[in-house]
């Protein structure tokens, strides 16, 4: 049986109700699973410990945390990206935060000390926190933090990050540990917050050739994006061999989301959670943890995740909505949700310059080949 | 930005009666490409990479053996910079002189050297893409007040600029490069145009919604 992890306290990592990354995500996805009549049994972590989250962050950032939390006024926090628009202090926040890397931690607890195979949990996913900055609505690296856990069991770690933004603080706390691939697939930093995620970061000292990104050109779709993960996901487990996957499961790459450029279905994140799932049975011995992430369309998001709950369970998508589900929420929202669980075919108007995109997403493939080409060998 | 703050210093300097095999094995051993020569505290020359291979390559039509001295195939006519001079006009000097370097001088004595390289590092440090931030390209009419309007647009909504750089496009124009700190600039660039601002980056969307 799967293990799936969440905690109520989660829900108190909240911006506030204008602030995109919002609770009411989880929400609408835990409404929904019960409205299709799972029973959700939830495995209830403890929050981290200040301990573990200095694992990964400094000192001096962490203090800040605190003191904002407990409504301290920090004169210097914007230098560590903190009380900014993106990220904006609010009581608590340091509780809040290190219930979601308690999450992620317990997530790897289980699957070094209890054998424990599929784990998602629902919540998290903070791939842009670095050791002393609060970024993109992140505080702490929850992913870092539970992939040393990982690592210093002795697993090795394939990370593989789907949102449609870089995922740049799990990359640069883990750059030059040769223990850990990260592969992050995203909309282009030309494009795109943060600005990094180049082909040409490709870790450093004895972990370089370990850190791979795929940019991808904005409006690119389903179809480009399969190709290109075919072309390198198999490829790059292939020459590392690990041991565990992590993936980071934002559903930001979705067409709908309102803060980034990709392309992707419903149907198109169903295949993905499929590929990488049987890339977890090919190369992990089916050893996998998912997190949640970015995703900003109350629309597709709570579907797009839902999906990943029914597949790491071996259920079938249902075609339709739960008719109540759905009237609940449209009300809530104040918009008129889709009757089908998938995106309707075509999903959206067409994109003029399909060709060209996808020639240039299988141009960027080829340099990343050639630059991890001396590293491979 | 001035050449002081990306300069290099002190220099890794030779002297004149060096021969062209030591020069080169500096050049090897520091992995640099440009040597001050100089006598005492004053520059006398400047021998690059390109000047040695030139000089002793077997297509010159005297080749120089590798015991000569670096006298022999130095450039005298020099082109220096003042630490205080903005890293642009360095750049404009290189770029007119076509050349890989500049000795820095300070009161006539050598204090360090730029090469091309510190001005791409300098180019790179300038557009701020070192740190996690978005890209705005806005075309902004050549007009007082209307870079004015732009950055207030942004501070009315608390953003953090990173960096901003602005430059000649039309005889009537100037585009603006900015680094927002925001996840969000997809949607402050449709803000933007509704406030009628001609946004180039991030480009608009050919797939209506």
Same mark, same amino acid.
């Given at each position: 049986?799967?293990?799936?992890?969440?905690?109520?306290?989660?829900?108190?990592?909240?911006?506030?109700?204008?602030?995109?990354?919002?609770?009411?995500?989880?929400?609408?996805?835990?409404?929904?699973?019960?409205?299709?009549?799972?029973?959700?049994?939830?495995?209830?972590?403890?929050?981290?410990?200040?301990?573990?989250?200095?694992?990964?962050?400094?000192?001096?950032?962490?203090?800040?945390?605190?003191?904002?939390?407990?409504?301290?006024?920090?004169?210097?926090?914007?230098?560590?990206?903190?009380?900014?628009?993106?990220?904006?202090?609010?009581?608590?926040?340091?509780?809040?935060?290190?219930?979601?890397?308690?999450?992620?931690?317990?997530?790897?607890?289980?699957?070094?000390?209890?054998?424990?195979?599929?784990?998602?949990?629902?919540?998290?996913?903070?791939?842009?926190?670095?050791?002393?900055?609060?970024?993109?609505?992140?505080?702490?690296?929850?992913?870092?933090?539970?992939?040393?856990?990982?690592?210093?069991?002795?697993?090795?770690?394939a990370?593989?990050d789907?949102?449609?933004?870089h995922g740049d603080?799990?990359q640069q706390?883990l750059y030059e540990?040769r223990?850990v691939m990260t592969i992050s697939l995203h909309?282009s930093g030309k494009?795109?917050?943060?600005?990094s995620g180049n082909i040409h970061e490709l870790g450093s000292g004895i972990a370089r050739g370990l850190k791979l990104n795929l940019p991808l050109q904005?409006?690119?779709?389903?179809?480009?994006?399969?190709?290109l993960f075919?072309q390198v996901l198999p490829v790059a487990l292939s020459h590392f061999?690990?041991?565990?996957?992590?993936?980071?499961?934002?559903?930001?790459?979705?067409?709908?989301?309102?803060?980034?450029?990709?392309?992707?279905?419903?149907?198109?994140?169903?295949?993905?959670?499929?590929?990488?799932?049987?890339?977890?049975?090919?190369?992990?011995?089916?050893?996998?943890?998912?997190?949640?992430?970015?995703?900003?369309?109350?629309?597709?998001?709570?579907?797009?995740?839902?999906?990943?709950?029914?597949?790491?369970?071996?259920?079938?998508?249902?075609?339709?909505?739960?008719?109540?589900?759905?009237?609940?929420?449209?009300?809530?929202?104040?918009?008129?949700?889709?009757?089908?669980?998938?995106?309707?075919?075509?999903?959206?108007?067409?994109?003029?310059?399909?060709?060209?995109?996808?020639?240039r997403n299988r141009q960027m493939v080829q340099r990343l080949f050639e630059a991890t080409r001396e590293y491979w060998s | 930005?001035?050449?002081?703050?990306?300069?290099?210093?002190?220099?890794?300097?030779?002297?004149?009666?060096?021969?062209?095999?030591?020069?080169?094995?500096?050049?090897?051993?520091?992995?640099?490409?440009?040597?001050?020569?100089?006598?005492?505290?004053?520059?006398?020359?400047?021998?690059?990479?390109?000047?040695?291979?030139?000089?002793?390559?077997?297509?010159?039509?005297?080749?120089?053996?590798?015991?000569?001295?670096?006298?022999?195939?130095? &450039?005298?006519? $020099?082109?220096?910079?003042? %630490?205080?001079? +903005?890293? !642009?006009? *360095?750049?404009?000097?290189?770029?007119?002189?076509?050349?890989?370097?500049?000795?820095?001088?300070?009161?006539?004595?050598?204090?360090?050297?730029?090469?091309?390289?510190?001005?791409?590092?300098?180019?790179i440090?300038?557009?701020?893409v070192?740190?996690? &931030?978005?890209? $705005?390209?806005?075309?902004? %009419?050549?007009? +007082?007040? !209307?870079? *004015?309007?732009?950055?207030?647009?942004?501070?009315?909504?608390?953003?953090?600029?990173?960096?901003?750089?602005?430059?000649?496009?039309?005889?009537?124009?100037?585009?603006?490069?900015?680094?927002?700190?925001?996840?969000?600039?997809?949607?402050?660039?449709?803000?933007?145009?509704?406030?009628?601002?001609?946004?180039?980056? +991030?480009? !608009?969307?050919?797939?209506?919604?």
């Amino acid at each position: 049986m799967p293990s799936v992890i969440y905690h109520p306290a989660y829900r108190t990592y909240s911006f506030g109700n204008d602030h995109p990354f919002s609770p009411l995500r989880v929400d609408m996805m835990l409404d929904l699973l019960e409205a299709l009549g799972q029973r959700v049994e939830m495995v209830e972590p403890e929050p981290a410990s200040r301990e573990e989250i200095l694992g990964v962050h400094s000192e001096d950032y962490v203090r800040r945390v605190e003191e904002l939390s407990a409504g301290v006024e920090v004169p210097d926090c914007q230098v560590f990206g903190l009380g900014t628009p993106d990220t904006p202090a609010f009581p608590g926040m340091d509780e809040a935060a290190r219930w979601l890397v308690g999450g992620a931690l317990h997530g790897a607890r289980l699957i070094c000390e209890h054998g424990a195979k599929r784990v998602l949990q629902l919540g998290g996913g903070l791939h842009h926190a670095q050791k002393s900055l609060a970024s993109g609505f992140c505080i702490y690296n929850d992913l870092a933090i539970a992939i040393n856990r990982l690592t210093s069991h002795g697993f090795s770690v394939a990370y593989v990050d789907i949102d449609v933004h870089h995922g740049d603080g799990v990359q640069q706390i883990l750059y030059e540990d040769r223990r850990v691939m990260t592969i992050s697939l995203h909309e282009s930093g030309k494009f795109l917050f943060p600005g990094s995620g180049n082909i040409h970061e490709l870790g450093s000292g004895i972990a370089r050739g370990l850190k791979l990104n795929l940019p991808l050109q904005p409006f690119t779709e389903g179809e480009s994006y399969l190709e290109l993960f075919e072309q390198v996901l198999p490829v790059a487990l292939s020459h590392f061999r690990p041991s565990v996957l992590v993936v980071q499961a934002g559903a930001d790459a979705h067409f709908a989301d309102p803060l980034a450029d990709l392309m992707l279905t419903t149907q198109d994140f169903e295949v993905i959670f499929r590929r990488l799932l049987e890339l977890a049975d090919a190369f992990t011995a089916g050893r996998v943890l998912f997190t949640l992430g970015g995703g900003y369309s109350p629309d597709a998001v709570p579907r797009i995740w839902a999906i990943l709950y029914l597949l790491v369970h071996d259920l079938p998508v249902p075609r339709e909505l739960p008719e109540g589900w759905r009237s609940r929420w449209s009300t809530a929202l104040a918009t008129e949700l889709p009757k089908t669980f998938h995106d309707p075919v075509p999903a959206y108007a067409d994109v003029l310059n399909r060709q060209e995109i996808a020639h240039r997403n299988r141009q960027m493939v080829q340099r990343l080949f050639e630059a991890t080409r001396e590293y491979w060998s | 930005m001035l050449v002081r703050d990306i300069m290099r210093s002190p220099a890794v300097v030779i002297t004149p009666d060096t021969t062209l095999q030591d020069a080169y094995r500096t050049m090897r051993e520091k992995g640099i490409r440009h040597l001050p020569v100089v006598e005492g505290d004053v520059l006398v020359g400047v021998i690059t990479d390109r000047d040695l291979r030139l000089a002793t390559s077997a297509l010159a039509p005297a080749p120089f053996p590798p015991g000569s001295q670096v006298s022999a195939a130095m &450039s005298r006519t $020099l082109q220096t910079a003042d %630490p205080l001079d +903005p890293v !642009e006009d *360095a750049a404009r000097i290189m770029r007119a002189r076509k050349i890989g370097c500049l000795p820095i001088l300070d009161e006539g004595r050598l204090i360090g050297i730029i090469t091309g390289l510190d001005l791409l590092d300098a180019l790179i440090r300038m557009t701020g893409v070192d740190k996690p &931030s978005g890209r $705005l390209e806005v075309r902004l %009419p050549d007009h +007082p007040g !209307e870079l *004015a309007r732009l950055t207030s647009f942004l501070s009315h909504r608390d953003l953090n600029v990173h960096s901003i750089l602005t430059y000649p496009d039309s005889p009537d124009s100037v585009r603006t490069v900015l680094r927002v700190g925001s996840i969000e600039i997809r949607l402050i660039a449709q803000e933007l145009r509704r406030a009628q601002f001609e946004v180039l980056w +991030p480009p !608009e969307s050919p797939c209506p919604r």
